[in-house]
């Protein structure tokens, strides 16, 4: 399944965790301060704000120290993805600071800091200098850089639930695999949408699975590994911070068995029926 698109960068590459990790996010405790474009007062900030940064040449500083909330959207899985060390993440900032700070907005923690970013589809607090990453490449130029206070779990933003359902997926059958697309909910629960969960029943022969997952907002997807002539049902459920929404709508495809006439294996065509 397509996930979040890496998010490519001079000298790095943004890889999203599974969104099923959202469902088991780690606690944090959120300081009291409000959000904003200064933060001198917060026991975060630094004097310093260009300590640790690799290349400080390439950054411009527009505030010493910010404090910004936000939605993690993409996320390294360690330090050892970047060359020099750094963890990267971004964040799609909360509704209510866009006046100030741009929808997206990236951070990066510096090796001398042993801060760990929190799941994929979490809220955070972040502190740190908001700078211009002068050399930034397809991704937000605006950073949180360095990141010195990640915090998670909000008590002061609105309850986000789950998304509502899918739209009944359209399968197209091939040769061991189908593909996939669906409409996206009416709803996203009051938190953006980081990912589908597709269920099938039986059981894939390939690994024994019934379910495969992926990051992103993308609608459609292949998966490969069923067998021939069977007969699958898929479903689809939606994945944002709150957890996980209903299914949609269930839909069965059965697929025509596989010949190999002349050595070519050519499926036959799909015949669908809805429940």
């Not at 939605?71 to 330090?79: E, F, L």
């Not at 060390?85 to 909360?94: A, T």
């Not at 042993?114 to 605006?142: E, I, K, M, Y």
Request: proline share 11%; charged share 15%.
């Amino acid at each position: 399944m397509g996930g979040i698109a890496a998010i490519r960068r001079s000298r790095r590459w943004l890889a999203p965790l599974p969104p099923l990790a959202v469902l088991a996010l780690a606690a944090f405790t959120l300081g009291g301060l409000s959000a904003g474009t200064t933060a001198a007062s917060d026991p975060a900030c630094r004097a310093d704000p260009s300590a640790g940064v690799h290349d400080p040449s390439r950054l411009t500083i527009k505030s010493s120290c910010a404090v910004v909330t936000g939605t993690i959207v993409s996320r390294n899985s360690s330090r050892s993805q970047e060359t020099d060390g750094d963890w990267s993440f971004d964040i799609q900032v909360d509704s209510s600071l866009r006046g100030t700070f741009p929808t997206t907005m990236h951070a990066e923690i510096v090796p001398q800091d042993s801060l760990t970013p929190p799941a994929l589809g979490t809220h955070v607090r972040l502190v740190g200098p908001w700078v211009f990453d002068t050399q930034a490449f397809n991704s937000s130029p605006d950073e949180i850089h360095p990141l010195w206070s990640v915090a998670a779990v909000c008590t002061t933003c609105p309850a986000a639930g789950p998304p509502a359902a899918p739209g009944a997926p359209t399968v197209t059958p091939h040769n061991g695999g189908v593909n996939l697309s669906w409409a996206a909910p009416s709803s996203d629960g009051g938190s953006p949408i980081i990912g589908y969960a597709i269920t099938y029943s039986p059981a894939r022969p390939s690994d024994g699975s019934t379910e495969s997952a992926g990051s992103g907002t993308s609608t459609s997807t292949t998966i490969n590994g069923f067998a021939n002539g069977t007969t699958y049902t898929f479903t689809v459920s939606a994945l944002n911070s709150a957890g996980r929404g209903p299914p949609g709508r269930r839909l069965p495809a059965r697929r025509s068995p596989c010949r190999a006439p002349r050595n070519r294996c050519r499926p036959g065509r799909p015949t669908l029926r809805r429940r």
